[in-house]
């Protein structure tokens, strides 16, 4: 019976970080994101002991 | 290697305790945000809930981020930068790249599993991320409840799957589908 070669899998290329820390900083900027949404209760809630 | 606050808990003894984890978790932020280091000024340090809490002043009402950052401005002279509505891969990126964050999330996507702090509390909640790890894209999470204060409670930060931490964050109601609301720390890596 023939075996089926697999191939090794690729790795998912992934972003350097000085790839996120320019997303980071381009969406820190971006006054839209600073702004509380209406709807929005952020108020925490009493938990249990 | 990324700084590792210390774990802080909120269930201190202190007024509105259980109420104290928007406090506690900006408490481990500020930590964060100085690498641990004393500003020397006229408040306390290391930072506790209860001087974010008398700080913040009122009854014992929960806190949101905005309260809490100002409060830890004027304090420790941290700034967070309060965010609403924070795309998931955004969120990732920000922490990725070397920023701690106070996550909003609802208790009750968390209560079902064993990182559950608090049985039988649902509501909304606040937790300190610290990083991610890159080999299974789970992130270091600070709850403030997680004191073993019962052998069944856990203890201290613990990875947490980044799907349940995704779900706990987008559940918060009235948020953006999709998204997430967070205060961040400088970056300090």
């Known amino acids: 019976m023939a075996v089926k070669h ?10 350097p970080i ?19 949404p209406e709807t929005l209760n952020d108020t925490s809630d009493e938990a249990k002991p | 290697m990324t700084y590792r606050p210390p774990f802080i808990k909120q269930g201190d003894g202190s007024r509105c305790q259980w109420q104290n984890c928007g406090c506690a ?25 209860s001087e974010i809490r008398n700080r913040i002043g009122g009854g014992c009402d929960g806190t949101n981020l905005q309260e809490n950052a100002a409060a830890v401005a ?12 924070v795309p998931w891969n955004t969120f990732r990126s920000l922490i990725i790249s070397g920023r701690g964050a106070v996550v909003q999330i609802r208790y009750s996507v968390i209560a079902p599993t064993r990182f559950d702090a608090s049985p039988g509390f ?14 299974d894209g789970a992130y270091y999470v600070y709850d403030p409840l997680a004191d073993h204060r019962r052998s069944s409670i856990p203890q201290g930060p613990q990875w947490w799957p980044a799907t349940l931490l995704q779900r706990a964050a987008y559940a918060m109601p009235g948020t953006s589908t999709g998204c997430v609301n967070a205060s961040f720390t400088r970056d300090t890596e």
Do not use: C
């Open chain 2, 74 to 85: 004027h304090l420790y002279g941290v700034i967070m930068l309060v965010r609403y509505g």
């Open chain 2, 122 to 135: 649902t509501g909304n909640h606040a937790v300190y991320v610290n990083e991610r790890r890159s080999s």
């Open chain 1, 18 to 36: 000085e790839e996120h820390k320019k997303h980071a900083e381009e969406f820190l900027k971006d006054p839209m994101y600073a702004t509380k």
């Open chain 1, 6 to 15: 697999q191939l090794p899998k690729t790795p998912k290329p992934k972003a």
């Open chain 2, 25 to 49: 978790a900006h408490a481990m932020a500020a930590m964060r945000s100085r690498l641990g280091r004393n500003p020397n000024n006229e408040h306390g340090w290391p930072p506790t809930p």
